[in-house]
């Protein structure tokens, strides 16, 4: 089968065709970053598969050759196959929300990273803090998968952030790290380079608290730091960093205005088509 990363080549805007690494891309707006920005929508638990299809019609229908970022959206596992359909020939990159790490087997309700590829997946979410907090998942658990996604060539969005609780202790950094050193354990410079990573607060997350755009910057250019002192200042500069975090039309300008700030990971506010594709558009708000 053709992997969909190869399918949609020639549908790919001419300087993705010739890039050959990140340093190869042109500086996009949004500063002087040399990444080019992402928007991803993380649906959740939402949307039966007519819905998802009827997004995902929508979305593929306002976005043009013009559109900028890289977009992806994210919708629930019984939506996946209906929607790569709908999506196939688009530049629109399908997401899952979770893997399970064994490539098969006696696990009853999970999904492998082999099912995720066959039904269109080109990205799979991991990590994610309600997948930390109410399922359990330990920073181990979460280099297993993305050791699982890289291998099935899933390009994983790595999530990790600090509760309310950890940053009013003053420990923001010390969760921010160990999240990094854990769920990157053993990872090659070339295994850096095939993931996104999405910084997301717990506390902004569907809670409208949107973190201020220093304060988000802060902590991406503690992860930025991070990666550079171990991989390198090149490998570090080319890393998508998605923040996450009641993300709309109204506050991502300003997000994406920081130097670090290179996405966002949208929950609520994608879920219509109509203030996703303002999120896709964003430099269309006022010039960034
Ligand atoms: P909200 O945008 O709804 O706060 O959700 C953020 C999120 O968790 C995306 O993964």
Redesign the pocket.
Known sequence: MIHPSQRDKENEPAYRREASGPMCRPPFLGGNKMVRPVI?G?W?MNKTVAESVDFAKGLRDALTAATVPEVIIAPPFTSLGAVAEVLRGSSIRLAAQNLHEAPKGAFTGEISAGMLSGAGCTHV?IG???RRTLFGETDARVNLKLRTALAATLTPIF?IGETLQEREENRMKPVIERQLKEGLNNFSADDISRLLI?Y?PVW?????KTAAPAQAEEVHGLIRGWIADRYGKERAAGIAILY?????PKNVVDLMRQPDIDGA??????LEVASFVQLVEYQNIQGV
């Open positions: 991803a993380n959740k979410i994610h803090s309600e999530c999405a997301e902004a997350i569907g809670t409208g996450g975090g009641s993300v709309t990971l949208v929950g609520g506010a994608s």
